[in-house]
């Protein structure tokens, strides 16, 4: 961690043991930043520790942060030893992206850190992923992320994006064009405080129509908000036909579209 402050550093850690634990989709839930507290629903271990944490001065003033243990999550901060409150002025540097990322608290970016989403695990080898902006997911902080993975009779999806305002939405789609006309999309919304999902159809020029009746072989299987994120699944058959355009994806490789943006005026914006 690297930091102007010469106050005496407590560093704060909240850890994920093994066994018991549902892990978050996006890393340590924004209301860790303050209370420390994963919200897992897992009673509090009272046993011995499982861990080592140090903290060492390096010569540039820094302070080289080293965590040991069995342990499936983690959520550290640096916290002033004279007022437990109080955030250290400063930020960390992870020394592996893959294994670890940090986290924005009290407006102030990069105070904390945390392993790097769940949702990650096995993009490029037991699963698609694609996500915004580039090069988010060797980095494991995409702002919008989907994963796919062929299963049964189809293919599963899943959609993350942030939403932090009442009514916004985000949407999946795939097409055989680039410019991604003719391109079928699943939208996940959130509007006045309730999650929905729908399909629409992008016509050419990409103007995008509600798709009324939704299309055989397309199931929503989960839709909500939690932790300032959308999430939505659904699972495609193989072979869908919408609006007199069939598409194979056991077959045929289509390109994949992300949008998000605000509800204005009752309608996408």
Request: proline share 5%; charged share 20%; aromatic share 8%.
């Amino acid at each position: 961690m690297t930091s102007t402050s010469n106050v005496p550093v407590y560093l704060a850690l909240l850890l994920l043991f093994l066994g018991g634990v549902l892990p978050y989709h996006s890393g340590a839930p924004d209301g860790a930043c303050e209370t420390m507290v994963p919200g897992h629903g897992s009673a509090v271990e009272s046993g011995a520790d499982t861990y080592k944490i140090t903290a060492e001065k390096q010569p540039d003033q820094s302070v080289k942060v080293t965590l040991e243990g069995t342990f499936k999550g983690f959520f550290i901060q640096a916290r002033d030893s004279n007022n437990i409150e109080t955030l250290v002025p400063g930020k960390f540097v992870p020394g592996d992206a893959d294994v670890m990322h940090t986290a924005d608290c009290g407006g102030h970016e990069q105070e904390s850190t945390t392993p790097p989403s769940v949702a990650y695990v096995g993009c490029g080898q037991t699963m698609g992923c694609f996500g915004t902006p580039k090069g988010c997911l060797n980095r494991g902080s995409c702002s919008m992320l989907l994963t796919y993975v062929a299963r049964g009779d189809g293919v599963d999806f899943e959609l993350m994006a942030p939403a932090k305002h009442e009514s916004m939405w985000t949407a999946a789609g795939i097409s055989e064009s680039p410019s991604m006309d003719m391109a079928s999309v699943v939208e996940c919304y959130r509007h006045n405080g309730e999650v929905h999902m729908r399909e629409s159809w992008n016509a050419d020029k990409k103007k995008n129509v509600m798709v009324e009746n939704q299309t055989p072989g397309l199931t929503f299987t989960r839709s909500e908000y939690t932790n300032g994120r959308l999430h939505c699944s659904w699972h495609r058959a193989h072979i869908t036909s919408v609006r007199k355009t069939t598409f194979n994806t056991g077959a045929n490789s289509y390109h994949l579209l992300l949008a998000a943006g605000l509800f204005e005026g009752g309608s996408d914006g």
